[in-house]
RNA sequence: GAGCCUAUGGCGCAGCGGUAGCGCAACACGUUUACACCGUGUAGGUCGCCGGUUCGAAUCCGGCUGGGCUCACCA
């Protein structure tokens, strides 16, 4: 059986049993305790990465552990499907661009596109064998969600804490909408750091920027106060290189006068900067980049071109004009929009903003309140909170995404929210219960749709059932706060922190009990796996070739927050374990025939091995508490490997083999050890391998075991009783002794059936009484006997 | 520039105050009635470097160096 173990067969067919049978559904007329899993939404794409496979293995051992540990185990499986990624992968999968169709168009085409990819895409996680309540199954877009989201939003609303204001927002103008400072990532680009020549009268004022396309939104001049150079031109004008206007010269004590000429220019809108000065200075904005990355009419003759064309012909003409000093290459990082890569520029425009600055404090708090698993990663969060600089702008002009349920009057320009009765909303299709205050009813539908994150950051929300709908069924206040957020380390800023917010916002409450952290898998060479290095390796296809155990086996070696390199040994390496446990549970079952679980009266040694055994659940027990799922898979590992196949196996063979030499109790007393070591080590790698378990459980042990399932039996109990000290001793010096037996024989090169003589001390002799048979036997010794050392005489 | 993580046999990792462990790889031997997808054994590390605390440090503290992640800067 071994030899032809076949896992596809294997996989396929408890995939099906579990389902049939109901096995991990959530119960919630239950009496047992709740524990409630906060499960991340993936994002819907083609297939499932390597790092999903990597952390939901991760948080179903948990869940697994938990549900055997009695508990009713809440385990919600949602995906992620609207929103910026959602659009780009449907442009790309459909050959469209969204800014160039219909938006009711690419909308529908957008949610036919999802539903058409979505149960292959959750599949994937099927295969990799989570437990999940997939028929309890939500996206972010369905009308629960959208129903949640909308009423929530307008909570803050009602609470204050979101607002909508016309100001510089962090803009891409690829994707053409705005985005948060979540959002932005580093990148280091190629670039020119050009001196360019401003005239004040009839000097020169040097000033140094990497981006002259610019130059015709400059609004000001800045230069240091205590800046000797320019103590002369301080409150003058300077002329403005190819677009002849003038701007003011201001001192400001932010400039650093070691940078470029030590003057700078102040432009709508560079950065941050620039976005600061000019409101400090209460100037008019000359913004020059429109929302499509088109210079507009303040370039004058550059009008119409990109930012990118637009710098070289600039740059080009300051030269023609000899105006251009120098132009040095430089390297230099720049904010990036996350989704796109594109550089971010800063326009001026109407967003909504969640309330984020004014409770940093009440948020860092927070961290406090939930258990973080490995501490080390709240600290993440709280250096994230501590930096941030915006509120959350959650406004997104795109298409496709919740929408805001919001109309404002044609009238008087005045905002009317949605009633709760009218959720889920979509306010382009129609119309305020009310009139507006002023009396008209003439309204224009809010356009922009909320970030993904927006919705996503109400999972417990959504799941937990607040909007109390008919397709889920669970008290909200019975399971909120969860027990648990299981997530990877890169969406703390997003995800983990938002997830928070929304926390304290809506109910002054943390939304979990515990978050538990999972890193990254890297290549074998412990970099960042990525599409462009070709070190991409498919979950689906180590699933294929070693099983889902295999992956999931080789997923725990992985200790908590920390990243693995992936290495396709150790995964081959699971399936040596997968075979021992099968040949080993074959030969206790040959011996096993005649078994009743019935307690008898046990050898030392085999008290000895129970004893350890019982360590070991402790010792499991503690690990998986604790998170450290790793630990216990090790531990189990070595114990099943070394003492239980090494040694105890090989020790009872005798009296398994030879009842009628050995006596029909002694036959017993290894039957009931063999039993339960067993049942032990497969209860114990349950949550980690489930398939394999589950096929021994079934083939062996459901005889005797009355539970439908072994992921429904309950997880090993440490007993007080079964401590028994002097037993173990005798085990260990009867596995030292046997070992030393074996290590002559490799030193003479002979078999391990060769007989020998043993001596040992008579000291070991005490100890061992009870079981010198068993040491006689398993090291095939024709006598013992008694001397000042151990010793092999052959 | 700042914060966090990390440095242990060839490789991947555990250990986190009591004189180094696991798996893979290597080597030798062994077919032994669960298993050659095997067994037994051997070899291989002064735990990055320097200092401190301690009776005692891979383990705690400080510094340095290297690696990684994150944030900031980005005129």
Same mark, same amino acid.
């Given at each position: 059986?071994?030899?032809?173990?076949?896992?596809?067969?294997?996989?396929?067919?408890?995939?099906?049993?579990?389902?049939?049978?109901?096995?991990?559904?959530?119960?919630?007329?239950?009496?047992?305790?709740?524990?409630?899993?906060?499960?991340?939404?993936?994002?819907?794409?083609?297939?499932? +990465?390597?790092?999903?496979?990597?952390?939901?293995? +991760?948080?179903?051992?948990?869940?697994?552990?938990?549900?055997?540990?009695?508990?009713?185990?809440?385990?919600?499986?949602?995906?992620?499907?609207?929103?910026?990624?959602?659009?780009?992968?449907?442009?790309?999968?459909?050959?469209?661009?969204?800014?160039?169709?219909?938006?009711?168009?690419?909308?529908?085409?957008?949610?036919?596109?999802?539903?058409?990819?979505?149960?292959?895409?959750?599949?994937?996680?099927?295969?990799?064998?989570?437990?999940?309540?997939?028929?309890?199954?939500?996206?972010?877009?369905?009308?629960?969600?959208?129903?949640?989201?909308?009423?929530?939003?307008?909570?803050?609303?009602?609470?204050?804490?979101?607002?909508?204001?016309?100001?510089?927002?962090?803009?891409?103008?690829?994707?053409?909408?705005?985005?948060?400072?979540?959002?932005?990532?580093?990148?280091?680009?190629?670039?020119?750091?050009?001196?360019?020549?401003?005239?004040?009268?009839?000097?020169?004022?040097?000033?140094?920027?990497?981006?002259?396309?610019?130059?015709?939104?400059?609004?000001?001049?800045?230069?240091?106060?205590?800046?000797?150079?320019?103590?002369?031109?301080?409150?003058?004008?300077?002329?403005?290189?190819?677009?002849?206007?003038?701007?003011?010269?201001?001192?400001?004590?932010?400039?650093?006068?070691?940078?470029?000429?030590?003057?700078?220019?102040?432009?709508?809108?560079?950065?941050?900067?620039?976005?600061?000065?000019?409101?400090?200075?209460?100037?008019?904005?000359?913004?020059?980049?429109?929302?499509?990355?088109?210079?507009? +009419?303040?370039?004058?003759?550059?009008?119409?071109?990109?930012?990118?064309?637009?710098?070289?012909?600039?740059?080009?003409?300051?030269?023609?004009?000899?105006?251009?000093?120098?132009?040095?290459?430089?390297?230099?990082?720049?904010?990036?929009?996350?989704?796109?890569?594109?550089?971010?520029?800063?326009?001026?425009?109407?967003?909504?903003?969640?309330?984020?600055?004014?409770?940093?404090?009440?948020?860092?708090?927070?961290?406090?309140?939930?258990?973080?698993?490995?501490?080390?990663?709240?600290?993440?969060?709280?250096?994230?909170?501590?930096?941030?600089?915006?509120?959350?702008?959650?406004?997104?002009?795109?298409?496709?995404?919740?929408?805001?349920?919001?109309?404002?009057?044609?009238?008087?320009?005045?905002?009317?929210?949605?009633?709760?009765?009218?959720?889920?909303?979509?306010?382009?299709?129609?119309?305020?219960?009310?009139?507006?205050?002023?009396?008209?009813?003439?309204?224009?539908?809010?356009?922009?749709?909320?970030?993904?994150?927006?919705?996503?950051?109400?999972?417990?929300?959504? /799941?937990?059932?607040?909007?109390?709908?008919?397709?889920?069924?669970?008290?909200?206040?019975?399971?909120?706060?969860?027990?648990?957020?299981?997530?990877? +380390?890169?969406?703390?800023?997003?995800?983990?922190?938002?997830?928070?917010?929304?926390?304290?916002?809506?109910?002054?409450?943390?939304?979990?009990?515990?978050?538990?952290?999972?890193?990254? /898998?890297?290549?074998?060479?412990?970099?960042?796996?990525?599409?462009?290095?070709?070190?991409?390796?498919?979950?689906?296809?180590?699933?294929?070739?070693?099983?889902?155990?295999?992956?999931?086996?080789?997923?725990?070696?992985?200790?908590?927050?920390?990243?693995?390199?992936?290495?396709?040994?150790?995964?081959?390496?699971?399936?040596?374990?997968?075979?021992?446990?099968?040949?080993?549970?074959?030969?206790?079952?040959?011996?096993?025939?005649?078994?009743?679980?019935?307690?008898?009266?046990?050898?030392?040694?085999?008290? =000895?091995?129970?004893?350890?055994?019982?360590?070991?659940?402790?010792?499991?027990?503690?690990?998986?508490?604790?998170?450290?799922?790793?630990?216990?898979?090790?531990?189990?590992?070595?114990?099943?490997?070394?003492?239980?196949?090494?040694?105890?196996?090989?020790?009872?063979?005798?009296?398994?083999?030879?009842?009628?030499?050995?006596?029909?109790?002694?036959?017993?007393?290894?039957?009931?050890?063999?039993?339960?070591?067993?049942?032990?080590?497969?209860?114990?790698?349950?949550?980690?391998?489930?398939?394999?378990?589950?096929?021994?459980?079934?083939?062996?042990?459901?005889?005797?075991?009355?539970?439908?399932?072994?992921?429904?039996?309950?997880?090993?109990?440490?007993?007080?009783?079964?401590?028994?000290?002097?037993?173990?001793?005798?085990?260990?010096?009867?596995?030292?002794?046997?070992?030393?037996?074996?290590?002559?024989?490799?030193?003479?090169?002979?078999?391990? /059936?060769?007989?020998?003589?043993?001596?040992?001390?008579?000291?070991?002799?005490?100890?061992?009484?009870?079981?010198?048979?068993?040491?006689?036997?398993?090291?095939?010794?024709?006598?013992?006997?008694? =001397?000042?050392?151990?010793?092999?005489?052959?």
């Amino acid at each position: 059986m071994a030899k032809n173990y076949d896992f596809k067969d294997v996989e396929h067919k408890w995939n099906k049993f579990w389902e049939e049978e109901g096995i991990y559904l959530f119960d919630n007329t239950s009496k047992k305790k709740t524990y409630a899993i906060d499960t991340p939404p993936p994002t819907v794409s083609g297939a499932m +990465h390597l790092g999903h496979a990597f952390s939901y293995s +991760h948080e179903d051992f948990i869940a697994r552990y938990q549900r055997m540990k009695q508990k009713n185990v809440f385990f919600p499986f949602g995906t992620d499907d609207n929103g910026l990624p959602t659009e780009r992968l449907v442009e790309k999968l459909k050959s469209v661009k969204s800014t160039e169709m219909d938006r009711e168009k690419f909308v529908k085409l957008c949610q036919d596109t999802v539903t058409d990819i979505r149960p292959k895409f959750i599949q994937d996680w099927k295969n990799i064998g989570m437990s999940c309540n997939f028929n309890q199954s939500y996206s972010t877009i369905d009308n629960h969600s959208i129903k949640t989201s909308q009423l929530l939003f307008i909570d803050l609303h009602k609470k204050g804490l979101v607002y909508q204001k016309s100001a510089p927002t962090m803009w891409c103008v690829k994707c053409q909408t705005a985005i948060a400072q979540a959002e932005l990532e580093d990148e280091n680009f190629n670039s020119t750091f050009n001196d360019i020549i401003f005239k004040v009268g009839k000097k020169d004022l040097i000033i140094a920027t990497t981006r002259p396309e610019l130059i015709p939104a400059c609004v000001c001049i800045y230069v240091n106060p205590d800046d000797n150079r320019y103590k002369d031109i301080i409150g003058k004008k300077a002329e403005i290189p190819l677009f002849e206007y003038k701007v003011p010269i201001f001192t400001d004590e932010s400039v650093d006068m070691q940078k470029g000429s030590g003057a700078m220019m102040i432009c709508s809108y560079g950065d941050k900067y620039d976005v600061e000065a000019i409101a400090k200075r209460k100037l008019e904005p000359r913004v020059v980049i429109e929302k499509n990355g088109i210079l507009n +009419h303040f370039a004058d003759k550059y009008k119409g071109m990109n930012i990118k064309d637009a710098r070289k012909a600039i740059l080009d003409d300051l030269e023609k004009h000899s105006l251009l000093i120098s132009k040095k290459p430089i390297q230099h990082v720049v904010n990036v929009h996350d989704k796109c890569g594109t550089e971010i520029e800063f326009l001026s425009s109407k967003q909504w903003f969640v309330k984020i600055l004014e409770n940093k404090k009440k948020l860092i708090k927070s961290a406090d309140k939930i258990t973080w698993y490995p501490e080390f990663m709240k600290t993440r969060y709280v250096n994230w909170v501590e930096a941030l600089e915006w509120d959350w702008c959650i406004s997104r002009q795109r298409a496709y995404g919740v929408p805001f349920p919001i109309w404002y009057c044609n009238k008087c320009g005045k905002e009317i929210f949605a009633e709760e009765k009218q959720l889920p909303l979509f306010p382009s299709k129609a119309k305020p219960l009310k009139k507006c205050s002023c009396g008209s009813d003439n309204f224009v539908a809010e356009q922009d749709v909320m970030d993904t994150w927006a919705t996503s950051s109400l999972s417990p929300q959504i /799941v937990c059932n607040f909007i109390n709908s008919e397709e889920y069924n669970i008290n909200f206040g019975n399971v909120y706060p969860m027990s648990l957020r299981p997530q990877a +380390h890169d969406i703390i800023r997003t995800w983990a922190f938002y997830t928070i917010v929304r926390g304290l916002y809506h109910h002054n409450k943390e939304p979990w009990e515990n978050i538990m952290i999972s890193g990254h /898998v890297l290549d074998p060479k412990g970099k960042k796996m990525s599409k462009s290095k070709g070190n991409v390796v498919e979950p689906q296809k180590i699933v294929q070739t070693y099983g889902a155990d295999s992956l999931r086996f080789w997923a725990a070696n992985a200790t908590l927050g920390k990243d693995l390199s992936y290495k396709e040994e150790d995964v081959k390496n699971a399936l040596r374990t997968i075979t021992k446990l099968l040949n080993a549970s074959n030969f206790a079952f040959m011996h096993l025939n005649d078994f009743k679980n019935k307690k008898v009266e046990l050898e030392i040694i085999d008290k =000895g091995i129970l004893s350890k055994f019982n360590e070991l659940i402790k010792e499991c027990t503690k690990s998986f508490d604790g998170y450290e799922y790793s630990k216990s898979k090790m531990l189990t590992e070595m114990f099943f490997w070394s003492q239980v196949c090494d040694n105890y196996l090989e020790i009872a063979k005798d009296r398994l083999y030879n009842p009628d030499k050995r006596g029909e109790d002694s036959r017993k007393s290894a039957q009931y050890v063999l039993y339960q070591l067993m049942l032990g080590v497969i209860k114990l790698f349950a949550p980690i391998m489930p398939y394999i378990t589950e096929e021994i459980y079934q083939s062996h042990f459901v005889k005797l075991e009355k539970d439908k399932s072994i992921h429904i039996s309950k997880w090993p109990e440490y007993e007080k009783n079964l401590k028994d000290e002097i037993a173990e001793k005798t085990w260990d010096k009867f596995v030292e002794i046997l070992s030393f037996v074996r290590q002559e024989k490799a030193k003479k090169n002979v078999s391990l /059936v060769t007989e020998v003589k043993l001596i040992i001390t008579k000291q070991d002799k005490l100890l061992l009484a009870e079981c010198l048979d068993d040491l006689k036997a398993v090291c095939k010794a024709k006598e013992i006997n008694y =001397g000042d050392e151990v010793k092999v005489e052959f």
